[in-house]
């Protein structure tokens, strides 16, 4: 990609982490004594934070400490000021000492916030930290409380691993949520084959995540494709890169209704001009500027998108597979960038795990249909073969028409293993390696009228990931549900023998979620049978808790997961609303407070 596009998309400034250093305010004495010390602990996190977390073009985070320490409300006013001149999107307050709680906390209702009150014997922190979140559970105003399990010397700057863990979860769960602040949803088209998730809600995403919705019409890229309103040279280049990277799989049409040479040729011409389409429909492109074409160089602001495709689009057209498989990766003819996330049949829904999962990995999702509960005994029946390791109390296929990332493949590594990775992580080597193990198949033309082209390929077993799925029920609002687990490799003939029961030309991921034993998760057929709907997203390692982290700040009950109890952090109010059930606290804390920006 060209630096100028790279730099257009991100125009805008990143939201910056703003740390509170507060303090007893009383003079002569008690706050010049704790000066230093306070004012070190904001500079220490911001030091912890800022070697872990990263923005989504690999750009290091930013932060912003307040000028003073804050012994009252006039100084946390300035705080304030200087927090909303400078874009802070969420703050966090430390403190080793006693404060005046409502004087000095933070008031912003839309900004995440935490507490970390410091465990010495010196001076009492976890006072101020108790009384502090007091206010803010009062003044609803829910806020995350950080407090380390051992007893540390006064003079001990260092960051207990309990602390930095709770830090690490909190800031990046918050920036996720400052990120998508004020960002549109792009839904290209409408409703696809009456699926629920794609009937989009525009009071959901104004409500809980504080996102405008934009909507054009497919027609829109008709236009674009006869007016050619498009980089030409970039496309050209684009083709090229197509023609010599992405191979043309067997076409497994019957004979008599397989398109002819010159309609696939015309196909793969077709398929990139979209990808470049809707790119330039998300973010805008300078370069169409430069063509003449002022108002579609401005694009729609989309942090995420939709295209409905089926069936209005694909009974005529080639589908979108290629330009949602590519966008959605995080490499194309330009090089590695972050991916460009594009739901697949318009599941808004989807989409929006699949953008919560991104900013939390800064990795590329895979899009899948939760398509098949395969048991042991169905597998022995149909193959033979004995399911063994995570598979080993069955697996779930996960399979789309060919949207999935690239990049879940699996053929990126680390540490000697498959993985998906950052975009500024990826090699050259490992991004051919994606290639190599893709190949575009002809699509079926039962399905797809129009023609156009599949993803087919297989994950790589071996990789810790998460399966997450948003849904809105009728009286209850949001749910989000997590299932962790592990991708499995299957012996390549009990593959093909499972995969060939349903269309071969799609990429596969086989599945196996960890279980717990108990409610959703007693065995994977109940994680099937508890799934909400027709598809999910997967993420790279085990993030549910931070998934659940980030719902809490969003005030979007989670249904079901399989996240051990010991790592669940919510803010710290939620326990007022019960001990005994953490899931059923939640639901009751989300419907008492309500969406974050209403």
Sequence with gaps: MTLALEEYRWKQAFPKIGIRPTIDGRRKGVRESLEVQTMNMARSVAHLLGEHLRYPNGQQVEF?????????????AAAAEKFKREGVGISITVTPCWCYGTETMDMDPSVPKAVWGFNGTERPGAVYLAAVLAGHAQKGLPAFGIYGKDVQDSGDTSIPEDVQEKLIRFARAGLAVALIRGKSYLSIGSVSMGIAGSIVNDE????????????????ELVRRLEEEIYDKEEFERALEWV???????????????????????????????????????MVGNPRLEELGFGEEALGHQAILSGFQGQRAWTDHFPNGDFMEAI????????????????????????????????????????????????????VKRVTGHTLEGHAAQGILHLINSGPAALDGTGEQSRDGKPALKPHWEITEEEVQKCLDATSWRPASVEY???????????????????????????????????????????????????????????????????????????????????????????????????????????????????????????????????????????????????????
């Excluded at 912003?64 to 946390?76: K, L, N, S, Y």
């Design 64 to 76: 912003v400490i307040a000028d003073t320490c804050i012994g009252g409300v006039a100084e946390a």
């Design 204 to 219: 959901f995403f104004q409500d809980y995540l504080g996102m405008r919705n934009e909507y054009v019409d497919m027609t």
């Design 243 to 281: 023609k010599g990277n992405c191979p043309e799989g067997p076409d497994n049409n019957p004979a008599d209704i397989q398109t002819s040479r010159e309609r696939k040729d015309q196909d793969w011409e077709t398929v990139v001009k979209m990808t470049l389409m809707t790119r330039d429909l």
């Design 327 to 378: 966008l959605n990766t995080s490499f194309d003819w330009n090089g590695r960038r972050a991916p460009y996330l594009v739901a697949t049949e318009n599941d808004a829904l989807n989409g929006v795990v699949m953008l919560l999962g991104n900013l939390l990995t800064n990795t590329a999702q895979i899009f899948a249909d939760v398509r098949t509960y395969w048991s042991p005994d169905a």
């Design 448 to 598: 797809f009228r129009g023609g156009g082209y599949s993803t087919d390929f297989l994950t790589r077993g071996g990789m810790p990931v998460t399966m997450s799925r948003l849904n809105l029920v009728k009286g209850l609002g949001p749910v989000l549900q997590i299932a962790e687990g592990y991708t499995v490799d299957l012996p390549a003939d009990v593959h093909d023998t499972l995969d060939k029961r349903t269309d071969s030309t799609w990429p596969t991921t086989w599945f196996a979620p960890t279980l717990t034993g108990k409610g959703a998760f007693t065995d994977v057929y109940s994680v099937m049978d508890n799934w909400g709907s027709n598809h999910g997203s997967i993420s790279y390692g085990h993030i549910g808790a931070d998934l659940i982290t980030l719902a809490s700040m969003l005030r979007i009950p989670v249904a079901m997961h399989n996240v051990a109890e010991e790592g669940l952090f919510r803010p710290r109010v939620w326990s007022s609303f019960g001990t005994e059930s953490a899931e059923g606290a939640d639901f009751r804390a989300c419907a008492a407070f309500g969406p974050l920006y209403r």
